[in-house]
């Protein structure tokens, strides 16, 4: 692509050399700065209508929730103020409200800024003014006095126009890719919720199991209940500072992935082996199980289940699985904090093949995996490069590397 005649230094870092007759100013002194109100989930349940609610989140949009009122209309960009997201900026248009910890930014003088331009600006540079301390802030005062670039209006149009079609083609190129990843995991999951309760083999004459989760089963497996093939452990220990302390916190959801291996507590924690299974009997439905490869401490909320008599790779796809997770579920005693009892665990029924059939079923889940795994991560890999490179292009572009004046039908 064209690159423009001549370059200025900007003396921004994250800016760079800028085209010779493009401004170089700060927020302040061309956007009002305003800022959102308290709105409680209370008022979003009591007043819900149209009008979107804004919040400090980044997914969905940002949208916390949709009440009958508004606070702003017209064209704006907000930014997080407070949090983990402080500086993200998005651009709204229409009638909407957001809450405390968003900023708004509107033009003082019509015509002479695209918002949409300054949108695209400014998630470049933000991130890099907000200050880290116990809770990450970028407040109004240091929103204002961070430096922004204009071209002329004509070409802040034509840089929009040019982003949002090539960002519009890179993101869908992205949610394609997502929803592969979605599929496969999904495909993995019913693979594996078919073949520790049916089998291996699609011709083999099958019974009633008599749990309703179970369904039909091979005619020569068993069932039995999870006490008769593992047990409760319940040893306790305090652990060192160098110990594994895992707590459901740590735990991802629905795929036995153990996320952080040095849980923040330092209290009392049952003690496993390598082997063991750790279930989270909160929120059952959370789907919080994973298969340990190491020994350390459960704290909080994670029993511990020793198998024997059966493969502990096999219970743990079993206890995984959407339909003892469910049948689980279904026991929850009480409302805020709902938990199953270790009792109503290791008394739920669980299907029983001959040891050698679960090794083969393992071999295939295993096999599975790896090769599902093997897909998605390339499909990551592929959505980290486009993100770079729509990054990358934004940058070029909204700094004025590149000349897009021509490249616009």
Known sequence: MNKYNSYKPSGIDWIGDIPEHWILSRIGRHYFLERGRVISKEEI?????????????????????SINTFDFEGEYVTWTTDGANAGTCFHRTGKFNTTNVCGLLSNKENGYSNLK?????????????????INPKLMNNMMGDIPVIFPSIFE??????????KTEIIDKLISTKEKKIELLKEQRTSLI????????DPNVKMKDSGIEWIGEIPEHWETRKLKSVSDYITEKGIPSSSDVRISPENVEQGTGVCLNLYSEY????FKFQRGDILFNKLRVYLSKVILTSYEGYSMGEM?????????NQFLFHIMLSYGFINSCNSFNIGVKLPRVSPEVI??????IPPIKEQNRIVEIINENFQETSNIISLEKRKIDLLKEYRQSLISEVVTG????RNNVN
């Open 45 to 65: 349940i009591d007043n819900q209508g149209e009008y979107p609610v804004y919040s400090s989140q980044t997914e969905n949009n940002g949208v916390l929730g």
């Open 117 to 133: 331009y300054l949108n695209y600006l400014l998630n470049l540079g933000t991130k890099g003014y907000v200050r880290l301390d």
């Open 156 to 165: 802040q149009n034509q840089i929009v126009i040019f982003l949002d079609e």
């Open 193 to 200: 919720n078919q073949v520790i309760t049916k089998g291996l």
């Open 266 to 269: 330092d209290n009392e924690g």
């Open 303 to 311: 029993i511990v289940v020793r198998p024997r008599k059966i493969n």
């Open 346 to 351: 290791f008394n739920s029924v669980v299907p």
């Open 401 to 404: 590397k590149i000349d897009v």
